[in-house]
Nanobody
Framework: QLQLVESGGGLVQPGGSLRLSCAAS????????IGWFRQAPGKEREGVSCISSSGGTTTYADSVKGRFTISRDNAKNTVSLQMNSLKPEDTAVYYC??????????????????????WGQGTQVTVSS
């Protein structure tokens, strides 16, 4: 079904920035709520930021609030995660995930993993000096 592809990961120094992108070639992402999740070695996968299908609602984990920004670019059919002021603890594999187009996650619990059945392959983000 829906196949998502993340890009933009890489190596960056603490305090640096990266912009991750989530794309799908055969589906229009504006019909899906999209989430960015991450998983560090030995840790559970956690929600980083999620955005409603319309883009009108966004959520952020407390650990990234004020540093990360999720946004949609419907013209490019992408969802991006701008990551600024990166910290070593941000090091993880970052995944893009999507809900079903008929389902809009509740605004108070948008980044619950179970809402997102479609996942990308992940992109590595490493923050290190």
């Amino acid at each position: 079904q829906l196949q998502l592809v993340e890009s933009g990961g890489g190596l960056v120094q603490p305090g640096g920035s990266l912009r991750l992108s989530c794309a799908a070639s055969e589906f229009t992402l504006k019909y899906y709520a999209i989430g960015w999740f991450r998983q560090a070695p030995g840790k559970e996968r956690e929600g980083v930021s999620c955005i409603s299908s319309s883009g009108g609602t966004t959520t952020y984990a407390d650990s990234v609030k004020g540093r990360f920004t999720i946004s949609r670019d419907n013209a490019k059919n992408t969802v991006s995660l701008q990551m600024n002021s990166l910290k070593p603890e941000d090091t993880a594999v970052y995944y893009c995930a999507a809900t079903s187009p008929e389902f809009e996650p509740p605004v108070q619990r948008m980044c619950v993993l179970t809402w997102y059945p479609y996942w990308g392959q992940g992109t590595q983000v490493t923050v290190s000096s």
